[in-house]
């Protein structure tokens, strides 16, 4: 059965403290991992699609990086603008579902 | 450019009636389409996605239900609500070539 465990739950840093977080997944075939951003009430608003191990991307302060077995979001010199919960989801190659973790509450101290 | 429509935003409803969430997406044709809910300590679980008109696929077994009527237009159902169908439902879409899903702002219920 496919996983996806998010670690830690939540995160408190000061702002300009750099850390990151974790994504641990099993799928049979990855098709795609996801990161996604979610505002208290909102929907969740996409960042980032990663295909293989090795491969990397990045937006603004925020790089994420792939394995065979887990996924990190680092976050650089973070702003409290950054404070959201991060979610983590992979597909695998033999449907259309996509499953999500849990998440990432991460709140940055001005 | 593509977006996607959820109502009603939020909803109360009392225990034992019936539920409608509407989705519509535009500037797309043919996308997957999904229906997450969200409850706390929970994160996004899959309730159902569709690939086409009229394919549904079910991953909870509930007593709720989805529809595609049309192409770009899925509906979540539920002919008499329990309590535990409190949460925050969002849906999503997935063009044909891509492989990332993109939400709507999601619709708050609460069954009282």
């Known amino acids: 059965e496919d996983q996806v465990t998010q670690s830690p739950e939540a995160l408190r840093l000061q702002e300009g403290e750099s850390s990151s977080l974790n994504c641990s997944y099993t799928?049979?075939?990855?098709?795609?991992l996801f990161w996604y951003r979610q505002d208290p009430g909102k929907g969740p608003e996409f960042l980032f699609t990663?295909?293989?191990a090795g491969e990397e991307k990045e937006k603004e302060r925020l790089k994420a990086t792939l394995t065979k077995k887990e996924s990190f979001l680092h976050i650089t010199a973070p702003k409290p603008e950054d404070s959201a919960t991060y979610l983590c989801?992979?597909?695998?190659?033999?449907?259309?579902?996509?499953?999500f973790g849990k998440g990432t509450r991460l709140h940055i101290l001005p | 450019s593509q977006t996607i429509h959820q109502w009603p935003a939020t909803l109360v409803q009392p225990v034992g009636s019936p539920l409608s969430l509407e989705c519509t997406v535009e500037?797309?044709?043919?996308?997957?389409l999904y229906w997450y809910r969200q409850a706390a300590g929970r994160g996004l679980q899959l309730l159902f996605y569709?690939?086409?008109?009229?394919?549904i696929s079910s991953e909870v077994p509930q007593n709720l239900s989805a529809s595609r009527p049309q192409d770009r237009q899925f509906i979540l159902s539920s002919k008499k609500l329990l309590l535990s169908d409190s949460g925050f439902y969002l849906c999503?879409?997935?063009?044909?070539?891509?492989?990332?899903?993109?939400f709507g702002e999601g619709s708050w219920l609460t069954v009282v």
């Open positions: 999503a879409w997935r063009g044909w070539k891509g492989n990332t899903i993109y």
């Open positions: 799928v049979s075939g990855l098709r795609g």
């Open positions: 990663l295909y293989s």
């Open positions: 989801a992979v597909q695998a190659n033999r449907d259309d579902k996509i499953i």
């Open positions: 500037g797309t044709s043919n996308p997957n």
């Open positions: 569709s690939v086409g008109i009229g394919q």
